[in-house]
């Protein structure tokens, strides 16, 4: 069973810094591209950043200069490097990849999966 398992997330004073991961676990052929998502209380779910499988990035204007999205394909490990928080990026932080993988039978497919979320908490 492939699954994504985030950790990083935590309390932080306005003006610090924290860095997430996400990492794959189980058996995939490829990675394609790999979003970090964030939902804050009564609100929407949100996309922070991308990052495509040839490494280029984008990201929400909200989080623009202060966020970097980054990935290790040898680890199959992807990051968020949040710095100057503020308390407005208070949310549960969730990774999302699109992966290959392979059934039993030896088809591929395409899958879509989450990761369990990790909660950042910026106090001012």
């Known amino acids: 069973q492939v699954q994504l398992v985030e950790s990083g997330g935590g309390l932080v004073q306005a003006g610090g810094s924290l860095k997430l991961s996400c990492v794959v676990s189980g058996s995939i052929v490829s990675i394609n591209n790999m979003d970090w998502y964030r939902q804050a209380p009564g609100k929407q779910r949100e996309l922070v950043a991308a990052?495509?499988?040839?490494?280029?990035?984008n990201y929400a204007d909200s989080v623009k200069g202060r966020f970097t999205i980054s990935r290790d394909n040898a680890k199959n490990t992807m990051y968020l490097q949040m710095n100057s928080l503020k308390p407005e990026d208070t949310a549960v932080y969730y990774c999302?990849?699109?992966?290959?993988?392979?059934?039993?039978?030896?088809?591929?497919?395409?899958?879509?999966?989450w990761g369990q979320g990790t909660l950042v908490t910026v106090s001012s």
């Open positions: 990052i495509t499988s040839g490494g280029s990035a």
């Open positions: 999302h990849h699109n992966v290959g993988v392979f059934t039993p039978l030896g088809a591929y497919r395409d899958l879509e999966i």
